[in-house]
């Protein structure tokens, strides 16, 4: 309407002074005369148009006189909306058109360094114009985006180029090097002291907490960038609700590396005993399913089953392997597995995943694994009896173990944002068996035996576990089922059986069939109250055990002779049912997590030879708290105390004898219930700076713990029996350690340093006497790594140690035992394809006679366009034996381990594919 | 010496990554080099290209705005934080082979991008706007150019909206070829805003063009009781040229990155081929 008005005036002016200017033109009248003229006529029209718009003009100026560059707006008195605006020109100057129909108008005179002024006028046009007194704008700070903008957020990247040299074949190699990530001897990878809790490649954990094939496996020139996912919470639908101090690692992988099968292999042999290796890994890794399958094997003494170690593992019940019986067997050395392990081993996995739509995944894991491992020792074995005389046994031993282990999981999971469902099956089965023929001598008794044992232990045992989490704006709802079953038919046999002060025993056989039953079922409620997370579950499990055993006396006329004394058959159940409730308060800089679990518990013990049932209801509370606060953005200070308790178990209730091993016999005078009730506190300071690549842990702890009944040992000749007695003993301890993780400036090099020391004070109870008994254990450690002019890599590390053990109120009887070691590595890259490494390892015992072993390997490397070719040299100086020996007070524990001689293996690296 | 080695390293990484498209230049800036040309009270942070604004990691990218006396400065935070850390790593680590890709929050965009590379200065007595852009792997230069303040015409409508807890009116215009819908704080007499954009009563607090191709959300407005220096990088090795050529180089960029770049490969496997990417500039003209 407004713009129709308008028009129509502008269409009559125009045509007015189209019509002015040619009668001017007609008229013979000179020029001034005629613009005077045309300027009346127009000014006649001016009023026409006037009526739809408001032309307001004026100056801004200030207090001092001064002209003022502002913005100028108008808008409708009432109206929040500006309606025209402009700004004032070098002079000061505005013209500002108002086109409404409102009565009152508002001009605003602003600027950021001048301020809001205004002026209410009516709608007409007018001259308005200001002289204001400046005065800064007040605004106010806003923010959209609650989050802190973070400097380093929750996701560290590491260029692997930059980290990788030469001799870097896997990408286990180079992790390592990584400031913050420490990798155990057992492959088990640690950020900031911490485990990590999920190993993805490409976002997908294929490996199900079996990392070590992928850090063993990966080439290192396959992956483009380590991430560490700090906090990391791998159920997305607790992000945010359950706080995780653990980090996790993503390996992004080169685009070459994606969506191609590449299978590498590897072969080689050697002399010394005749050795040979093999190898064959096949991995794919694409955006809807991934696959990696090794086989490996040798005889070399490499650890192929070491890879396939489970290091992190969701919710579930697990089946125990481990059975009551043993061989009695040398003590592995502490040194490197490759020098001591006399192996034939065959080892396959097969994993693959699915990515069924974009949150489900199953996947399929299984292996097998086989084994004969010889192991040839020596050891001397005294323990010093109260009545001060010596009970010395010396063994010889050769043995050998037979490993067959298969394992099977499947898992189907599901995980949104507001959906967690896991779905696993887990099958295990082992057909191991342990043999050892050895000679024991004793001056007790004037014993001379040869003794073969040998010991059945098969197992099997399967697991199902369902788990569901789900997320409903500020609650969540899980539930959580798993049940199990686990079977151990062992048995042991022994020949000779002369020293059970019989002289008519040719064998001892000891049968023990432990089967086991769990399931265990909870449902949990999660909600927030403003800043605090409540999580309450209720649950329940059933644990049904059955130990059932016989010991069986071979007389030299074949007879077998059994008694009651000798059996057992023992059911052992547990009903649980508790309330949990947990609370967790999270801000920027501090959490603060609280558990209180009340559990009732019923034991039924139900012994049927002879009968005896038992019936014990014991009510439960086993409070913790955690508390971290981050000091500043670098350092975080940490606390948490726990109150435990522990009751009974199979192990502490069956009456019959049971042979665990040739020399030992076990048994329990059942009266009551074994219980446990411990206490500890312990407190951390972390420090992390990963641009100055900076961490240092520092931790200390105590801990007490009372258990109402003491077990100790009663030596029969060479044969120790367990007994009990009816007393209430304590121990505590307390532990310090530390550890530093610096990167070095040059060649991306790492420093690292750790040290600690516990000491334990415990009442332990030996030939009818109870000792107070104390250790002290002192560690230090330091490591280095770096390159030097590109050429070499050296790694040095040096540790120490120091035991000390004794009983209170009896004379010291030894120093204490002081320990050095010693490694020095060189690698050396002669040219981009060649390189050579040679290692040094050295160390010293001060409580064993040869005071100092030391041991060198070389090796050699040679890169071809097809294959890799590996030469390696090792115990160069033919060391045949580590020698150890321990002390404490009460005995002392000499041992000499046959180690692997001299050898040469050649080894050749190809791809297939 | 050390940037030969850390570009050659670079060259050898691409090569062996096909793939991968626009990989951003290797040589960062040190922060310690930078000249204060203005100060400021007053900073004013932009989501660019942000799926839920809550989250910094659907953004494309986080952009500031620096409002002094006589300059006005705009650009990417991210790129910025990544710089300030790649300088105190690289002191830490002199001798080192490469440094890690990317320091810092990272948006969604791990490609090279015109608006997250540049810096956009506007000087308001010369009335002019100079922008400088780091241009991606393989280009021999970086470049800048100057041009007339550019201005809108915008036509405000009656529409409010309340965002950062300013109230905001909204205006449309037509600039440059494509359509745009800002919303200006009413509260805040400031006639600037992200990019390019300006020429309203308050500031720019939010504006997207109608096809939804780019979009600016303020998230914070910060101000600060003493003044911070406004600084500027040392750009004098930054070639001269002007908006309509540096536009024809991008559009060439985008259509075939290897051969604008001259890279040349010695595997002749087919699939170096590079993969066209759609060029939607926000200048059509």
């Known amino acids: 309407m407004k713009n129709i008005c308008y028009f129509i005036t502008r269409f009559i002016y125009v045509q007015f002074t189209n019509t002015v200017n040619l009668l001017l033109k007609l008229m013979p009248i000179c020029c001034i005369i005629r613009i005077k003229i045309f300027l009346i006529l127009s000014l006649c029209a001016f009023p026409i148009f006037s009526l739809s718009q408001t032309v307001i003009t004026g100056n801004v100026k200030n207090i001092k006189g001064e002209y003022v560059s502002a913005t100028v707006t108008v808008q409708s008195q009432g109206s929040v909306a500006i309606s025209g605006f402009t700004s004032t020109n070098d002079v000061g100057n505005y013209s500002l058109t108002y086109k409404g129909t409102a009565d009152s108008i508002i001009i605003t005179v602003s600027g950021i360094n001048i301020g809001k002024h205004q002026k209410t006028v009516t709608n007409r046009s007018a001259q308005v114009d200001f002289i204001i007194d400046e005065k800064p704008l007040m605004i106010k700070e806003a923010t959209v985006a609650a989050q802190k903008i973070q400097q380093t957020g929750d996701t560290l990247n590491y260029n692997v180029g930059s980290y990788k040299d030469q001799n870097d074949r896997v990408i286990g190699d180079v992790l390592k090097k990584l400031p913050g990530i420490e990798v155990d001897l057992n492959g088990r990878i640690t950020y900031n002291g911490k485990g990590i809790n999920k190993f993805y490649v490409e976002n997908l954990d294929l490996l199900q907490g079996r990392y070590g094939i992928a850090t063993n496996n990966i080439p290192a020139e396959h992956v483009s960038t380590i991430q560490i996912l700090e906090n990391h919470q791998p159920i997305k639908a607790l992000k945010d609700r359950v706080f995780s101090d653990n980090a996790a690692i993503n390996l992004k992988l080169k685009d070459k590396a994606k969506g191609t099968l590449s299978i590498n292999a590897l072969a080689g042999a050697g002399y010394e005993p005749i050795l040979w290796q093999a190898e064959l890994v096949a991995m794919y890794f694409a955006q809807i399913m991934q696959n990696m399958s090794t086989y490996k094997g040798n005889n070399s003494g490499y650890d192929v089953a070491g890879e396939f170690r489970t290091h992190y593992d969701y919710e579930r019940v697990y089946m125990n392997p481990g059975g009551m019986l043993s061989v009695q067997m040398p003590n592995s050395p502490p040194i490197a597995l490759k020098r001591y392990f006399v192996n034939n081993s065959h080892a396959a996995t097969v994993n693959h995943l699915f990515k069924l739509g974009n949150e489900q995944q199953l996947s399929i894991n299984a292996l097998y694994y086989t084994d004969y491992i010889k192991k040839n020792s020596y050891s001397l074995y005294e323990q010093y009896l109260p009545d001060d005389s010596v009970l010395d046994i010396e063994e010889r031993i050769n043995s050998t173990n037979r490993i067959h282990n298969a394992e099977m999981a499947v898992r189907l999971n599901l995980n949104t944002n507001n959906n967690y469902i896991n779905n696993a099956l887990n099958i295990k089965g082992n057909w191991d068996s342990d043999n050892a023929l050895g000679t024991t001598l004793s001056r007790f008794n004037n014993i001379n035996e040869s003794i073969l044992q040998h010991l059945d232990k098969p197992f099997f045992s399967a697991d199902y576990t369902f788990s569901l989490i789900k997320n409903l704006k500020n609650n969540f709802y899980s539930a959580y089922f798993s049940a199990g079953y686990g079977n151990r038919p062992h048995s042991l046999n022994v020949k000779p059986a002369n020293y059970f002060n019989r002289s008519d025993l040719s064998a001892a056989t000891q049968y023990a069939t432990l089967r086991d039953f769990s399931s265990v079922f909870r449902i949990a409620y999660g909600m927030k109250i403003k800043k605090i997370n409540a999580d309450y579950a209720v649950w329940g499990r059933a644990d049904i055990k059955n130990l059932d055993t016989e010991l069986q006396y071979i007389t030299t006329a074949n007879l077998a002779e059994t008694a009651d004394s000798l059996k057992n058959n023992i059911y052992y159940n547990t009903y649980q049912t508790g309330i949990t409730q947990n609370y967790s308060y999270k801000t920027d800089v501090f959490r603060a997590t609280l558990n209180i679990p009340l559990t009732y518990n019923i034991f039924v013990t139900e012994d049927r030879i002879p009968y005896n049932f038992q019936r014990h209801v014991k009510l439960a509370f086993y409070p913790s708290l955690t508390l971290s606060y981050d000091l500043t953005g670098r350092l975080t200070i940490s606390t948490s105390g726990k109150i435990d308790k522990s009751f009974g178990g199979i192990n502490s209730s069956y009456t019959g004898y049971i042979m665990q091993n040739y020399r030992s016999l076990l048994k329990n005078t059942f009266d009551k219930l074994f219980e446990t009730k411990s206490e500890s506190i312990n407190a951390s300071l972390v420090y992390r700076d990963a641009f100055n690549s900076l961490f240092i842990n520092a931790s200390m702890g105590y801990n007490h713990s009372t258990k109402n009944l003491l077990y100790g040992y009663d030596y029969l000749g060479i044969l120790s029996v367990k007994t009990t007695i009816d007393k209430p003993v304590k121990s505590n301890g307390y532990n310090v350690n530390f550890s530093l993780n610096k990167g070095l400036s040059f060649m991306s090099g790492t420093l690292r340093l750790s040290g600690g020391y516990s000491n334990t004070k415990s009442d332990i109870l030996v030939q009818d006497e109870i000792l107070n008994y104390r250790s002290q254990i002192y560690n230090a450690r330091g490591s280095i790594n770096f390159g030097l002019f590109s050429f070499f890599a050296i790694d040095y590390s040096l540790g120490w140690n120091m035991n000390k053990s004794y009983v209170i109120g009896k004379q010291e009887r030894f120093p204490a035992i002081r320990g050095l070691s010693q490694s020095l590595k060189i690698g050396m890259s002669f040219t981009k394809t060649f390189s050579a490494h040679i290692n040094g390892e050295y160390n010293y015992n001060n409580s064993t006679a040869e005071r100092s072993t030391t041991f060198a390997d070389a090796g050699l490397k040679l890169k071809t366009k097809k294959c890799d070719f590996e030469l390696e040299l090792n115990n160069l100086f033919n060391s045949k034996y580590y020698i150890s020996a321990s002390y404490s007070d009460i005995s002392a524990y000499y041992y000499r381990y046959n180690l692997r001689p001299r050898s040469v293996l050649m080894k050749i690296r190809f791809k297939l594919l | ?285």
């Open chain 2, 1 to 285: 010496m050390k940037k030969t080695i850390i570009s050659l390293i670079t060259i050898l990484i691409i090569c062996t990554d096909i793939q991968s498209q626009f990989i951003v230049s290797p040589s960062k800036p040190n922060i310690n080099n930078m000249t204060v040309i203005d100060s400021s009270n007053l900073r004013i942070w932009y989501a660019f290209n942000a799926t839920d604004i809550r989250k910094q990691e659907t953004y494309d990218d986080l952009q500031r705005l620096e409002i002094g006396n006589q300059t006005s400065k705009y650009y990417s935070y991210f790129l910025f934080n990544d710089d300030s850390l790649s300088t105190v790593w690289i002191k830490n680590h002199p001798n080192a082979k490469g440094i890690p890709n990317k320091f810092g929050t990272i948006g969604k965009k791990d490609t090279w991008d015109e608006y997250i590379f540049s810096e956009y200065f506007k000087n308001y007595a010369e009335h002019s706007l100079t922008q400088y852009t780091r241009m991606p792997f393989g280009m021999r230069n970086f470049y800048q150019y100057s041009e007339k303040m550019p201005e809108q015409i915008w036509k405000i409508a009656e529409d409010t909206l309340t965002i950062a807890e300013y109230l905001c009116q909204k205006a449309t215009c037509r600039f440059r070829g494509r359509n745009y819908t800002a919303w200006f704080a009413i509260d805040i007499p400031i006639q600037n805003g992200p990019w390019k954009f300006g020429s309203l009563p308050g500031l720019i607090l939010k504006v997207s063009d109608n096809d939804m191709l780019y979009k600016f959300e303020c998230v914070k407005v910060e101000l600060f009781n003493k003044k911070y220096p406004i600084k500027i990088h040392d750009y004098r090795k930054f070639e001269k040229t002007d908006r309509k050529k540096l536009d024809k180089l991008f559009k060439n960029l985008y259509n075939d990155y290897f051969n604008a770049v001259g890279l040349i490969f010695t595997d002749t496997d087919n699939s170096t081929m590079w993969k066209k990417i759609p060029y939607n500039p926000l200048e059509l003209e």
